[in-house]
């Protein structure tokens, strides 16, 4: 099943929504996407990256939040 997993941008500090795989109980593996660019961007997991991941409320309502390596 997928879902959207909220990684952190290490340039400017926003989420970008990426889709990911559930593997395991709150793990995901976030999925490639072609709305990264190493060369420009720096996220804090990059696609491919196996996650543990915290629901988070933001300011539009609560998301899953990538926040360590699983």
Same mark, same amino acid.
């Given at each position: 099943m997928k879902e959207t997993v909220?990684?952190?941008s290490l340039?400017?500090?926003?989420?970008?929504p990426v889709q990911?795989?559930?593997k395991a109980y709150a793990v995901y593996l976030l999925n490639d996407t072609d709305k990264y660019n190493? @060369?420009?961007?720096?996220w804090e997991f990059p696609p491919g990256t196996l @996650?543990?991941?915290?629901?988070i409320d933001f300011n539009f309502g609560s998301g899953? @939040?990538?926040v360590d390596l699983a």
């Open positions: 909220f990684v952190r340039k400017d500090d926003t989420y970008i990911a795989e559930i190493p @060369v420009e961007e720096a @996650v543990r991941v915290q629901a899953l @939040v990538a």
